[in-house]
């Protein structure tokens, strides 16, 4: 088959930082087309000696990923068993979080005096198609100057067919002084839209006391 030439002088691609070169529709020509995989900010959530920090719109069908960013969560707890950082979902607009999940929690961590440990497999992070919270930390520290920072990625919770998936990484400064990161992934076991998230802490009457929980869609 022979080759037709093209004229770059005819085409009309401003080039843009959210644009890219595409093939057209009818697969005969190209054109300036949008860049997948972009981030954008819905909403924005700030902690002060916060009881949890729910987002309870702008979770829909608009994109096929939301991913909500944690910077800097510290606990008002100063105790030196830690806490931990918590979330669940709701498919009632926020009335419930009780939705069930099945999920695997892995992590691994070096303390200050560069000591090291895992990785390893934490079963007790890890949720098997149960309502309870799902942990994201396993010893966050209280001290001022620890906290917890990461991403939490939701996949296509809209959907009413098939259970929607979650992925997890966090680093957290440990109560024991140390680094450790936590890997977690896991199902929504319901065919029901998710529709809402609760953040906040494991222990009873603990707090959010400083922190930022950023929401994106996906494109």
Known sequence: ????????????????ASKTVVFNSNNNGIEAGDV??????ISELTASSSATLSFTSGIDSTYKEYVFKFINIHPS???????????????????????????????????????DYG???????????????QIMTSELGG???????GY?????????????HFICQVNEARASDGSEANYLS??????????????????SGETIQSGVIKLYGVS
């Open 1 to 16: 088959m022979a080759l037709s030439k093209v004229n770059f002088n005819s085409l009309n691609l401003t080039p843009t």
């Open 36 to 41: 997948g995989g972009s981030m954008v900010l």
């Open 77 to 115: 707890s100063t105790d030196v068993n830690g806490e931990s950082f918590k979330f669940n979902f709701s498919i009632d607009g926020g009335s419930n979080y009780n939705v069930a999940k099945t999920s695997t929690f892995f992590y691994v961590l070096n303390s200050e005096a560069d000591s």
């Open 119 to 133: 990785p390893n497999y934490y079963n007790g992070g890890d949720l098997g198609n149960s309502t309870g919270d």
């Open 143 to 149: 001290d001022n100057d620890q906290s917890v920072s």
């Open 152 to 164: 939490l990625h939701l996949f296509n919770p809209s959907d009413t067919v098939g259970v929607k």
């Open 186 to 203: 896991g199902y929504i076991n319901s065919t029901s839209a998710v529709n809402a998230v609760r953040f906040g802490m494991t222990r």
